[in-house]
């Protein structure tokens, strides 16, 4: 069983940077794939950025490719996003989510989530 518990999220105007946090309990978190989705209002859930579990694969989403970066501290059992250049576009609600397996795009292999963390982007 693992618990995800993310922070960070908060306003901040275009162009500003934000770094988010997940902190995982469980003494397996190295195991895991970790990820960062979001949703935003009216929309779908997205895929936004993922880590292999020993942290030697980054993948990301077209749309923040160059201005966001995952990482993993497996000692401190964290993930991390760390969100430059921010734009309106954006503002959504960031979720985090474990994957015994390879985590996809879909979220569909994510077999836990956090609940959220609310990321507000201004013009």
């Known amino acids: 069983q693992v618990q995800l518990v993310e922070s960070g999220g908060g306003l901040v105007q275009a162009g500003g940077s934000l770094r988010l946090s997940c902190a995982a309990s469980?003494?397996?978190?190295?195991?895991?794939?970790m990820g960062w989705f979001r949703q935003a209002p009216g929309k779908e859930r997205e895929f936004v950025a993922r880590i292999s579990w020993i942290g030697g694969s980054k993948y990301y989403a077209d749309s923040v490719k160059g201005r966001f970066t995952i990482s993993r501290d497996n000692a401190k059992n964290a993930l991390y996003l760390q969100m430059n250049s921010l734009k309106p576009e954006d503002t959504a609600v960031y979720y985090c989510?474990?994957?015994?397996?390879?985590?996809?795009?879909?979220?569909?292999?994510?077999?836990?989530w956090g609940q959220g963390t609310q990321v507000t982007v201004s013009d």
């Open positions: 469980g003494r397996t978190f190295s195991s895991y794939d």
């Open positions: 989510a474990a994957s015994l397996k390879q985590l996809i795009r879909t979220g569909l292999t994510a077999d836990y």
